[in-house]
């Protein structure tokens, strides 16, 4: 099977975006991974499929599909580069887009700046919806929102646990004493909360550096994929979770490896607006094997 493909990057979250508005496109896990393997593939941290809608008011169907071969609810930075995509290609001449993914609809906005900005819809807190099992923990309260802590080896951290439509849990790197993201244990502390026993769904790990009430710095390991240069659920996450706790304002700009992303938040059920690049790299074309054997 060959498929023409696009190769495409937020803020460094970079994708393999699939045209499937024209005919279904049925891959196996291990060829979305062969996909996204940066030595014997075409390399990216997660793949997007572009699908044709039915629904009334609804403009396309959004898939994600992490590098490990796995389909996710959502992706922040994918969602503008789906939205530069199919206007870009001819499928559509809309600058507002409604788009059904797996965890609802989102609506991205093309700007006259080049940058696309997205209503993630409104952030959830109930654990039971992210999913979290908080039974029988004892949350910290800091400006009134709940921090949850976390048994990692021989240490507990706190961390704030919320869903964009994606699980998420962020830790604020002060509160283990450390003022450098640079040198935040990300490496080590992300595998272990990614993976962490209390998140039946496995889980986005944020650490967050507060550097003004409008300033964060990000890194985050996502689910499926390790530390990626920018994660734009992740940042929405972050600003939700320093402006329950009072440390934010309500328009924050967030500085990922990649480069920086604007998110807002008015608070209560409002919903997270993002705003940041999405980049064309290349097109191309890829041979699949019917059965990928990847080291």
């Known amino acids: ?23 279904p496109l049925q891959l196996t896990p291990a060829q979305f991974r062969f996909l996204a393997d940066r030595r014997f593939g075409v390399g990216a941290d997660q793949i997007l499929i572009v699908e044709a809608s039915d629904e009334p008011g609804v403009d396309f169907r959004y898939r994600i599909v992490n590098a490990d071969g796995g389909e996710v609810e959502q992706c922040g ?15 559509t001449a809309k600058d507002r887009i409604r788009v059904r993914t797996l965890s609802g609809v989102i609506e991205p906005r093309l700007q006259a700046d080049g940058r696309v900005t997205v209503d993630m819809g409104a952030p959830i807190f109930e654990p039971a919806r992210v999913p979290f099992h908080d039974h029988g923990l004892v949350p910290h309260k800091v400006g009134g929102f709940e921090l949850w802590p976390l048994t990692l080896g021989t240490r507990s951290v706190d961390v704030a646990v919320l869903s964009m439509g994606n699980p998420h849990a962020v830790l604020d790197i002060a509160r283990i004493g450390c003022d450098d993201l640079a040198r935040a244990p990300v ?13 039946p769904k496995r889980v986005n790990a944020g650490f967050m550096q507060v550097i003004g009430r409008n300033h964060i710095s990000l890194r985050v390991y ?8 920018a994660c734009g659920t992740g940042a929405c996450a972050a600003v939700v979770a320093g402006i329950r706790q009072g440390l934010l304002d309500a328009r924050v700009d967030v500085d990922t490896r990649g480069g920086r992303l604007t998110i807002e938040w008015a608070g209560g059920d409002a919903p997270v607006l993002m705003t940041g690049p999405a980049v064309h790299v290349f097109d191309g074309d890829i041979t699949l094997p019917n059965h990928p054997n990847l080291p």
């Open 1 to 23: 099977m060959t498929l023409r493909f696009a190769k495409m990057h937020g803020a460094g979250n970079d994708f393999v975006v699939l045209d499937a508005t024209r005919a």
């Open 77 to 91: 930075n994918g969602a503008r580069c789906f939205a530069r995509y199919v206007r870009d290609a001819g499928l």
């Open 187 to 199: 490496a080590d502390l992300g595998p272990q909360i990614e993976g962490h026993t209390l998140f």
């Open 222 to 229: 996502e689910r499926g994929a390790g530390e990626t240069l």
